[in-house]
């Protein structure tokens, strides 16, 4: 079954905290969210409430898959077969989900699989080299608490290449400290002009990425003429003609 989150980092998106990290990512998705149209949205790992972050998807459908039984939550799956036809999503999204599987990569394959042509899926990630990755490596059970591993921007963006994504859209955001409860004004102002001032001090960061098509275009076989031979000499062609 999947991993994904763990009660106690559902209970962490509760907190002061949490919650404020919980309602910029719903507010950035909800933005990415805007042009992604089709039939069918499909939201792998719960973060936070329910559908929360894909309620804006202006997709027909939208549908969570989680790692147990919970409000919001419509089906239960593994992580490295997903009960999902192929070619039967417009669009995924990944809220952090990458970080708290043990092979973020099936999970990469396996949304190349279900996506339709020109599919997208958007992916929400902590940055390594920032000060929520430094207290991910002091912190003996990780932060937020269950997280397995930071994944880079730029790994994320290999990884995606190599399976025939393109990135679309990028996004860089949470430049307030990873510690304190209450919002103090210094830390609204770094979130507000961290982006356009520091943005490789950002905390987090969200991809979109399309799923390319290759078409394939038949070669017609030109049919060149033959030189008829007169009288033991062939015939000149209009190139040499004159």
């Keep these: 079954m999947l991993r994904c989150v763990s009660e106690n980092v559902q209970k962490w998106l509760e907190s002061p905290l949490g919650r404020r990290v919980w309602l910029l990512e719903r507010k950035l998705v909800h933005e990415a969210l805007a ?9 792998i790992g719960l973060w936070g409430h329910g ?13 969570v898959l989680g790692a147990r039984p919970a409000p919001g939550v419509g089906m239960l799956s593994r992580s490295d ?32 699989r279900i996506l339709s042509g020109d599919g997208q899926v958007i ?12 207290r991910h490596a002091l912190a003996r059970e990780g ?13 994320l963006r290999d990884w995606l290449k190599l399976l025939g994504f393109e990135v ?3 996004r860089r955001y949470l430049f307030t400290f990873p510690w304190g409860g209450t919002v103090a004004r210094s ?16 905390g987090a960061y969200l991809l979109k990425a399309r799923k390319r098509v290759y078409c394939m275009t038949p070669l017609r076989t030109r049919w060149t003429r033959r030189p008829s031979v007169v009288g033991g ?6 190139r040499h003609r004159g």
């Design 187 to 202: 830390q609204r102002f770094l979130e507000s002009a961290g982006e356009r001032v520091w943005p490789l001090f950002a």
């Design 168 to 170: 679309t859209h990028s």
């Design 51 to 63: 559908d929360g972050l894909a309620s804006a998807a202006r997709t027909q459908r939208k549908l």
């Design 35 to 43: 042009q992604v149209f089709g039939w069918q949205l499909l939201q």
């Design 123 to 134: 992916v929400l990630g902590f940055r390594p080299m920032s000060a929520w990755g430094l």
């Design 143 to 155: 932060f937020p608490p269950g997280l397995e591993r930071f994944i880079g921007e730029r790994r």
């Design 81 to 112: 077969e997903l009960g999902i036809a192929s070619d039967s999503v417009d669009a995924v999204l990944l809220p952090h989900t990458l970080e708290y599987e043990p092979d973020p990569h099936e999970i990469l394959r396996e949304v190349a």
């Design 233 to 238: 000499l062939a015939e000149p062609t209009v």
